[in-house]
Protein backbone atom coordinates (compact mmCIF):
# COMPACT_ATOMS: atom_id res chain seq x y z
CA UNK A 1 0.00 0.00 0.00
CA UNK A 2 2.83 2.79 1.14
CA UNK A 3 5.48 0.98 -1.11
CA UNK A 4 6.76 2.32 -4.78
CA UNK A 5 7.84 -0.43 -7.12
CA UNK A 6 8.69 0.88 -10.35
CA UNK A 7 9.66 -0.69 -13.39
CA UNK A 8 13.08 -1.94 -12.38
CA UNK A 9 11.38 -4.16 -9.67
CA UNK A 10 13.04 -2.52 -6.81
CA UNK A 11 11.09 -1.35 -3.68
CA UNK A 12 11.18 1.63 -1.61
CA UNK A 13 9.48 4.95 -0.12
CA UNK A 14 6.65 6.01 -2.28
CA UNK A 15 7.24 9.17 -3.76
CA UNK A 16 3.97 10.85 -3.00
CA UNK A 17 4.30 9.85 0.29
CA UNK A 18 7.98 11.38 0.76
CA UNK A 19 6.49 14.22 -1.12
CA UNK A 20 3.45 15.32 1.17
CA UNK A 21 5.97 14.65 4.59
CA UNK A 22 7.63 17.81 3.45
CA UNK A 23 4.99 19.52 4.75
CA UNK A 24 5.67 18.70 8.65
CA UNK A 25 9.05 18.38 8.09
CA UNK A 26 9.24 21.91 7.38
CA UNK A 27 7.37 22.77 9.89
CA UNK A 28 9.06 20.44 12.86
CA UNK A 29 12.52 22.48 11.42
CA UNK A 30 10.69 25.77 11.56
CA UNK A 31 9.85 25.58 15.76
CA UNK A 32 13.39 24.33 16.11
CA UNK A 33 14.66 26.93 13.72
CA UNK A 34 13.03 29.55 16.11
CA UNK A 35 14.23 27.96 19.17
CA UNK A 36 17.70 27.94 17.92
CA UNK A 37 17.66 31.49 16.86
CA UNK A 38 16.49 32.86 20.10
CA UNK A 39 19.01 30.64 22.02
CA UNK A 40 21.82 32.04 20.23
CA UNK A 41 19.92 35.65 20.88
CA UNK A 42 19.88 34.79 24.13
CA UNK A 43 23.19 33.50 24.47
CA UNK A 44 24.80 36.59 22.49
CA UNK A 45 22.73 39.43 24.02
CA UNK A 46 21.41 38.05 27.31
CA UNK A 47 23.11 38.24 30.46
CA UNK A 48 26.39 36.55 31.59
CA UNK A 49 25.32 32.73 31.70
CA UNK A 50 25.65 31.26 35.11
CA UNK A 51 24.96 28.16 37.13
CA UNK A 52 24.21 28.93 41.00
CA UNK A 53 24.79 26.70 43.72
CA UNK A 54 21.70 24.40 44.07
CA UNK A 55 20.51 25.39 40.71
CA UNK A 56 19.02 28.77 41.03
CA UNK A 57 19.41 32.14 41.63
CA UNK A 58 16.08 33.44 43.05
CA UNK A 59 12.26 32.81 43.16
CA UNK A 60 11.93 33.82 39.75
CA UNK A 61 13.95 31.73 38.12
CA UNK A 62 12.48 28.56 40.27
CA UNK A 63 9.33 29.06 39.64
CA UNK A 64 10.09 29.38 35.34
CA UNK A 65 12.53 26.27 35.44
CA UNK A 66 10.20 24.46 37.40
CA UNK A 67 7.19 24.66 35.52
CA UNK A 68 9.74 24.64 32.19
CA UNK A 69 11.08 20.83 33.76
CA UNK A 70 7.20 19.99 34.25
CA UNK A 71 6.65 20.79 30.78
CA UNK A 72 9.51 18.72 29.11
CA UNK A 73 8.25 15.82 31.31
CA UNK A 74 4.75 16.56 30.12
CA UNK A 75 5.43 17.28 26.27
CA UNK A 76 6.97 13.65 24.98
CA UNK A 77 4.00 11.70 27.71
CA UNK A 78 1.19 13.72 25.86
CA UNK A 79 2.74 13.05 22.40
CA UNK A 80 2.50 9.30 22.87
CA UNK A 81 -0.77 9.78 24.43
CA UNK A 82 -1.97 11.86 21.36
CA UNK A 83 0.20 9.31 18.66
CA UNK A 84 -2.77 7.23 20.63
CA UNK A 85 -5.58 8.51 20.51
CA UNK A 86 -4.85 9.65 16.42
CA UNK A 87 -4.04 5.58 16.27
CA UNK A 88 -6.75 4.12 18.46
CA UNK A 89 -10.14 4.61 15.64
CA UNK A 90 -7.95 4.16 12.56
CA UNK A 91 -6.96 0.92 13.96
CA UNK A 92 -10.55 0.01 15.29
CA UNK A 93 -12.10 0.51 11.80
CA UNK A 94 -8.74 -1.28 9.98
CA UNK A 95 -10.30 -4.54 12.43
CA UNK A 96 -13.85 -4.12 11.27
CA UNK A 97 -12.65 -4.63 7.85
CA UNK A 98 -12.11 -0.49 6.51
CA UNK A 99 -8.89 -0.17 6.09
CA UNK A 100 -7.59 3.65 6.36
CA UNK A 101 -6.52 5.17 2.79
CA UNK A 102 -3.45 6.69 2.61
CA UNK A 103 -5.19 9.61 1.85
CA UNK A 104 -6.10 9.63 5.81
CA UNK A 105 -3.04 8.25 6.70
CA UNK A 106 -1.07 10.94 5.88
CA UNK A 107 -3.30 13.85 6.92
CA UNK A 108 -3.48 12.08 9.91
CA UNK A 109 0.07 11.71 10.54
CA UNK A 110 0.54 14.83 9.68
CA UNK A 111 -1.52 16.67 12.42
CA UNK A 112 -0.39 14.26 14.96
CA UNK A 113 3.41 15.69 14.14
CA UNK A 114 2.62 19.39 14.57
CA UNK A 115 1.25 18.56 17.57
CA UNK A 116 4.17 17.02 18.78
CA UNK A 117 6.22 19.25 17.79
CA UNK A 118 4.03 21.79 19.46
CA UNK A 119 3.98 20.41 22.73
CA UNK A 120 7.95 20.64 22.76
CA UNK A 121 8.28 24.35 21.64
CA UNK A 122 6.55 25.82 24.43
CA UNK A 123 8.97 24.19 27.39
CA UNK A 124 12.05 25.14 25.01
CA UNK A 125 10.81 28.62 24.49
CA UNK A 126 9.93 29.22 28.62
CA UNK A 127 13.64 28.03 29.01
CA UNK A 128 15.06 30.26 26.88
CA UNK A 129 12.93 33.20 27.68
CA UNK A 130 14.09 32.57 31.64
CA UNK A 131 17.57 32.20 30.43
CA UNK A 132 17.45 35.77 28.88
CA UNK A 133 15.74 37.14 32.26
CA UNK A 134 18.01 35.60 34.49
CA UNK A 135 20.76 34.24 33.37
CA UNK A 136 20.42 30.87 34.45
CA UNK A 137 21.96 27.94 32.15
CA UNK A 138 19.83 25.90 33.45
CA UNK A 139 16.90 26.98 31.22
CA UNK A 140 19.64 26.32 27.99
CA UNK A 141 19.09 22.30 29.68
CA UNK A 142 15.72 22.59 29.05
CA UNK A 143 15.66 24.39 25.31
CA UNK A 144 18.20 20.79 24.39
CA UNK A 145 16.32 18.39 25.69
CA UNK A 146 12.92 19.92 23.52
CA UNK A 147 15.38 19.45 20.82
CA UNK A 148 16.41 16.48 21.08
CA UNK A 149 12.18 15.91 21.37
CA UNK A 150 11.84 17.81 17.59
CA UNK A 151 14.59 15.10 16.90
CA UNK A 152 12.25 12.42 17.91
CA UNK A 153 9.52 13.69 16.35
CA UNK A 154 10.95 14.48 13.37
CA UNK A 155 8.73 13.26 10.37
CA UNK A 156 10.32 10.43 8.20
CA UNK A 157 8.81 7.97 5.66
CA UNK A 158 10.11 5.19 8.52
CA UNK A 159 8.13 6.74 11.12
CA UNK A 160 5.04 7.33 8.95
CA UNK A 161 5.06 3.22 7.81
CA UNK A 162 5.30 2.43 11.80
CA UNK A 163 2.22 5.03 12.03
CA UNK A 164 0.19 3.12 8.90
CA UNK A 165 1.30 -0.10 10.35
CA UNK A 166 0.13 0.55 14.04
CA UNK A 167 -3.31 2.14 12.31
CA UNK A 168 -3.59 -1.24 10.68
CA UNK A 169 -2.99 -0.41 7.09
CA UNK A 170 -0.06 -2.35 5.68
CA UNK A 171 2.84 -0.48 5.04
Known sequence: MNEYQPRDGRV?????VQRLLRVPQIIIMAFAMGVGSFLAMTVLTGPKLQLPPGGF???????FLSI???LVVFAPVAGLLIRASFIRPLRTRA???????????????????VLR?????????????TTFLTGNALG???AGVCMLIF???????????AFARDAGAHA
Do not use: C, H, W
Open 12 to 16: GPDPE
Open 57 to 63: SGPKDQM
Open 68 to 70: AGA
Open 95 to 113: ESGDIPTRTELINRFQSMT
Open 117 to 129: GALAEGPALLGVV
Open 140 to 142: LMV
Open 151 to 161: AMVFPTYNRYA
